[in-house]
Nanobody, 115 residues
Framework: QVQFVESGGGRVQPGGSLRLSCAAS????????MGWYRQAPGQLRELVAR???????EYGESMEGRFTISRSDAQNTVYLQMNSLKPEDTAVYYC?????????WGQGTQVTVSS
């Protein structure tokens, strides 16, 4: 059974930082591309960042330079460091694991950027 434990979300003021974590079980983690996506109310779900098993990272528009994705295969965990947060970063952030045609989603964690 595939399970994700997402943590690190919450409320932060504009300009602040948060670090999201997603611990996965039930998959051969080191072979999966791991990613973070987000969905704001009334908006489509969009890519935030994803990292391949080889460590290559890809970022969504407006994320690169502020957000950094990393992974620990030893701990089966993917991280998202978010700096210089803006109100428009407010969304539910979802962890995703991809391998070939398989894809699994976490339950999401709320990030709210507000003064």
């Amino acid at each position: 059974q595939v399970q994700f434990v997402e943590s690190g979300g919450g409320r932060v003021q504009p300009g602040g930082s948060l670090r999201l974590s997603c611990a996965a079980s039930g998959i051969n983690f080191k072979t999966y591309t791991m990613g973070w996506y987000r969905q704001a109310p009334g908006q489509l779900r969009e890519l935030v960042a994803r990292v391949t098993p080889g460590g290559d990272a890809e970022y969504g528009e407006s994320m690169e330079g502020r957000f950094t994705i990393s992974r620990s295969d030893a701990q089966n965990t993917v991280y998202l460091q978010m700096n210089s947060l803006k109100p428009e970063d407010t969304a539910v952030y979802y962890c995703r694991a991809e391998w070939d045609v398989l894809a699994y989603w976490g339950q999401g964690t709320q990030v709210t950027v507000s003064s």
